[in-house]
């Protein structure tokens, strides 16, 4: 699977009501881990482009060492989304990076999810899912065990979104 945009997102994005460049307050931006053999029987997850919220994804979050998963959990990152910009005829999108320090345990990352979070709302079916990401240029987080060093996602110099 290639990196892709959840339908559900992409509409967000586009009408408005995910405002890349405003996301403050209550309003932040996050990025979850979905493991490889995390979902129920021992599944990886299979990307969904009707999938709307994390509620559809949370069983596959990873659990182990270096990963507190769940709403208060250490193991979703909070990313700060960069000012959109233009690229030639494309509409760009990017974030920082984000690291798991000290990941360690028998759990393997399969994917990364961007979502955006309300802080002051724990129902994971309020937490809109906007990216789905299973490769990247520079990462060393997809098809690596964890052994106790840092976990990094560097998000691609061109961008996490691109509209084109």
Known sequence: MANALFTNGKKLLLDGTIDWDSLTGPHVLKVMLLGVGMGPGSTTYSFNAAHTTV????????????????????????????????????????ASDA???????????SAAVIFRQLS?????????????????????????????????????????IRFS
């Open 55 to 94: 509620a559809d994804v949370v069983a596959y979050e990873v659990v182990g060492t270096g990963y507190a998963n769940g709403f208060s959990g250490s193991g979703r990152k909070t990313i700060t989304p960069v000012a959109t910009a233009a690229s030639g005829t494309d509409i760009v999108l990017d």
């Open 120 to 160: 002051t709302d724990a129902a994971n079916s309020d937490l809109k899912l906007i990216a789905y990401i299973d490769t990247g240029t520079g990462s060393d987080l997809f098809g690596v065990a964890t052994n106790g060093s840092n976990l990094d996602l560097i998000f691609s110099a061109n961008g996490i």
């Open 99 to 109: 690291q798991w320090p000290s990941a360690g345990g028998t759990w393997a990352p």
